[in-house]
Structures are given as C-alpha cells and as structure tokens.
C-alpha cells in the first residue's frame, strides 16, 4: 500500500517537474536544488544536469557531507564539465528533507583540481604496484576554497 502511494507521488512529480526517474540516484535532490536555482533540471543521464533559462548548463554534485563524489572522470568527462556555466555542489540532509548548503564552482578549477588529485591518486597507486582500475576522486570542504567555490543558498535554504 505504502509503496504504491509513493510510485503514484512519484510519477505526479515527474509529470509536474518533466523528470524522468526521480527516485533514482540523486536526481529528486537535483531537482530541488534547482528548483531553488531557477534551474530546469533534464531527465536523462546526458551531457549535463539542468540548464537555465538562457541556455547555460550545469553540473549538480549531491552529498549528504560536504563531500562530492565524481565517479569515471575520463578526459572526455572532464572536457564535458568544462561546457557547463558551473559546477554546483550541494550539501543535502536526507532525513530532514533540505538542501543544508550549496555552493557554485567556476569549471575550470574544478576540472583542474579534479584532474591534479587524479594524478596524485594515480602516482600513489604506481608506488604500490597497483593499477588505478577507476577514475574517481572527491572534492571535499577544504577544496572549496582552493577551486574559488562561492555559496549560493545556505541554511534559510
């Protein structure tokens, strides 16, 4: 019963917002940030996240601690990042249903610092004798500042 209640809620909020899959992944948070934002966000796992009313496109990060998780960072990825407008990190509070924080990121220091701590990843793997099998790496509280993130929305969020 309960569970069919929240399908049906689900699928209004799809209709409603033109989102597909809202339970998955992180996609409801991306939704309610840019909501917030006067963002658009698109349905599919494409090339970007949400765009804004003139055009520019975004990338959404979604966590519930002020740390982001960017998961097969390819060259190709990383190129993709550099045609967004901004990179917005959000921090989410899932229990009480609120966007605690977020922060917007020029692209080109976020790829660059993506890319410096893939290397350093991949230099300490080589050390160890391993091979570096997938390109992930974290940007956390303490990168903010070194990528010039500036707060969009706090707490009255």
């Known amino acids: 019963k309960w569970l069919k209640m929240i399908l049906e809620i689900a699928k209004e909020i799809e209709q409603i917002a033109e989102v597909k899959d809202i339970l998955t992944s992180n996609k409801f948070w991306e ?23 003139k055009g520019n496109y975004y990338e959404y990060k979604v966590s519930k601690t002020f740390s982001w998780n960017f998961q097969d960072i390819s060259g190709n990825v990383l190129n993709k990042y550099l045609k967004d407008k901004a990179i917005i990190l959000a921090v989410v509070d899932k229990q009480r249903f609120e966007v605690v924080k977020s922060y917007s990121a020029e692209p080109r220091a976020v790829v660059a610092r993506l890319r410096e701590k893939l290397s350093e990843k991949t230099q300490k793997f080589a050390e160890q004798g391993k091979e570096l099998r997938r390109l992930q790496v974290s940007l956390s509280k303490g990168d903010l500042i070194k990528i010039g993130a500036l707060e969009i929305l706090g707490e009255d969020f």
């Open 31 to 53: 939704l309610l940030v840019g909501i917030k934002l006067g963002h658009k966000v698109l349905s599919e796992q494409a090339a970007h996240d949400a765009v804004d009313s």
